[in-house]
Structures are given as C-alpha cells and as structure tokens.
C-alpha cells in the first residue's frame, strides 16, 4: 500500500505570515509517462468538495492565487502559503497517482487555522 | 463548464448495496476518466475507485471485492455500487472527473451523504 503522511495534522499561524505542509510518500510520486510528479494539493472547506490548487507538485491551478506554491519531487512535497489570508482557512490534503498500480492515495489532512 | 451531480438514497441498511449515480452536464462523458471519493463524517479522503469512458476500471484494493463502478455514455452517467455496506461505510460520496494524461481530479460534484444504519 502507498502511505501518504502529512505533517503537521494542525496548523496556526497568523494573518501575513508564512504557512508550510509537508506531505511524504513511501513510494515515488514519478508519473512515468513524462518524468513529472503526479502529486496534487487540494484544499477543502466545510460543507464543500475538495478545490485543486496545485498539480505536478509544482504548477498552480487556473485561478488559484500566486500566495499559494508547491515544491518537492520523489517523495517529499510541500505547500507553501506566503502571507496567510482569512479565507485560506480550511483542511488542505496531497494526493498521489501510483501509475503502476495504478491508484491514488490521500494524504490525512492538515487543519489551517489563524492565531 | 461541467458539471458533476451525485444522486441515491441516502439511507441504506447494513449488508445491503449502496448504489449512487454521477450525472455529467455541460460536457460529455466521453474521453475521460471519472472517479468516485468519500468522506466519513470528520474524517479525511478515500479514493474509491475510476472508470474510463471505454470501460476500463480500477479500484481501490481495501474496497476490491465490494466495488463496482459502470458508465453509461449515451445517458452521460457513471454509477457506483458498494455492497455489503456497514456503519464504517457511512460517508460523503463524490464523484469526480480525472483528464487523461492528468492524474488528479479537477472536477467535484458537490457530494451525497450516504447513511448505513437499519
């Protein structure tokens, strides 16, 4: 089985300042078909869907202001949110594509919330 | 802009099958794969399983043996069948939309409340 292990499960920072989730994989996130990593990052608000922010671990999502980055290759990842706005409040998950398999698999979630 | 929408009962006893369809507006079915994701209350996401528009399917292999995922391309629709159902079932359902040679879903419905309970 693929394991997805985010880190930390909760997270507080205040308005401004700089946000971090890391998400690490215990297999390689290397979609074969393009040597690109096939791990998405994905935030969700109570009530609604997940809202794909980034995608190829790095490339952000049409509409999906600049604050938000992501970085990592192999099986280490993050999300970085440069200046914590109100409204990015939510639960944010990766999510891996195991071409080989092939399947996806989650990571568990890590709460944002504002000091 | 397509559009996904989930429909089923959202009450099913234990040991029966839970059965939901996914309805594809504004674009069509074909060309794609089209997935299923849960929920349980407070919890975090599970892929269930895809579908190709051709047929092909993969699941998730906690959940082989008790999942089946169809599509009905001339009705625009693909629908879930999970059977054996237990409270551990009791979840939001989504249905999604995976673009080929793009491995992640970037189109939700707004997802159903499936109950297990008798």
């Known amino acids: 089985d693929i394991v997805m292990t985010q880190s930390p499960d909760s997270l507080a920072v205040s308005l401004g300042e700089r946000a971090t989730i890391n998400c690490k994989s215990s297999?390689?996130?290397?979609?074969?078909?393009?040597?690109?990593?096939?791990l998405a990052w994905y935030q969700q608000k109570p009530g609604h869907p997940p809202k794909l922010l980034i995608y190829?671990?790095?490339t952000r999502e049409s509409g999906v202001p600049d604050r938000f980055s992501g970085s990592g290759s192999g099986t280490d990842f993050s999300l970085t949110i440069s200046s914590l706005q109100a409204e990015d409040v939510g639960v944010y998950y990766c999510?891996?594509?195991?071409?080989?398999?092939?399947?996806?698999?989650f990571g568990q979630g890590t709460q944002l919330e504002i000091k | 802009q397509v559009q996904l929408q989930e429909s089923g009962p959202g009450l099913v006893k234990p040991s029966e099958t839970l059965s939901l369809t996914c309805t594809v507006s504004?674009?069509?079915?074909?060309?794609?794969?089209w997935g299923w994701v849960r929920q349980p209350p407070g919890k975090g996401l599970q892929w269930i399983g895809y579908i190709y528009y051709r047929g092909s399917t993969y699941y998730n292999p906690s959940l082989k043996g008790r999942v089946t995922i169809s599509i009905d391309t001339s009705s625009n629709e693909f629908s879930l069948n999970l059977s054996s159902v237990t409270a551990a079932d009791t979840a939001v359902y989504y249905c999604?939309?995976?673009?080929?040679?793009?491995?992640?879903?970037?189109?939700w419905g707004q997802g159903t409340l499936v109950t297990v309970s008798s």
């Open positions: 297999h390689s996130a290397l979609y074969s078909s393009n040597n690109r990593n096939s």
């Open positions: 999604a939309r995976v673009t080929s040679g793009a491995p992640w879903f970037d189109t």
């Open positions: 190829w671990a790095s």
């Open positions: 504004g674009g069509s079915i074909s060309g794609y794969y």
């Open positions: 999510l891996q594509y195991y071409s080989s398999s092939p399947m996806y698999t």
